[in-house]
């Protein structure tokens, strides 16, 4: 059975520093990997998605590797801004419906 | 990239009653999921909705408890039915094209049983 792990749950850091979110899988048989992002008591936004056949991904300021055969993907977010306060969630896609498979997410807090 | 809308966003019921969550999306998609946030969790995948066909429930999910409707390519209804506190949670409608396709996510319904 996939198991998704986010380390470390939470995270505090001061404006300006880079932010690395980690993401660990139990079974490299995936399909894809996406990252997103959620505001409390709200829904999801998607950052990255990162296909089974790619390294990694980029947006602005986000980052995403993906390691499939160790298992594992990594989410840098440069420069960081009280505004990516949020938790942020990895999810892989273990079936053909592309039904996903959630970490637990990691809490960050950015201060001023 | 699809925009999903949920209603209603939050509710408040009493215990024993039934509550139905509408998820509307922007545009034709293949499939439609639903997934539960309990309090401090994260997410877990209820069904899975195929247009034309019964959905699809996970392991420990009933139709009893969640049915789900998918009358077209565009919208599907989720009820809790017979609430109990433990039912209050985040529901969050997902919709994708295929697996290897971006999902988008609903802004979710703030549930609480009282």
Known sequence: KQEVTQIPAALSVPEGENLVLNCSFTDSAIYNLQWFRQDPGKGLTSLLLIQSSQREQTSGRLNASLDKSSGRSTLYIAASQPGDSATYLCAVTTDSWGKLQFGAGTQVVVTP | SAVISQKPSRDICQRGTSLTIQCQVDSQVTMMFWYRQQPGQSLTLIATANQGSEATYESG??????????????????????????????????????????????????????
């Open chain 2, 61 to 114: 999910f009933v139709i009893d408890k969640f049915p789900i409707s998918r009358p077209n390519l565009t919208f599907s209804t989720l009820t809790v039915s017979n609430m109990s506190p433990e039912d209050s949670s985040i529901y969050l409608c997902s919709a994708g094209q295929a697996r290897n396709t971006e999902a988008f996510f609903g802004q979710g319904t703030r549930l609480t049983v009282v």
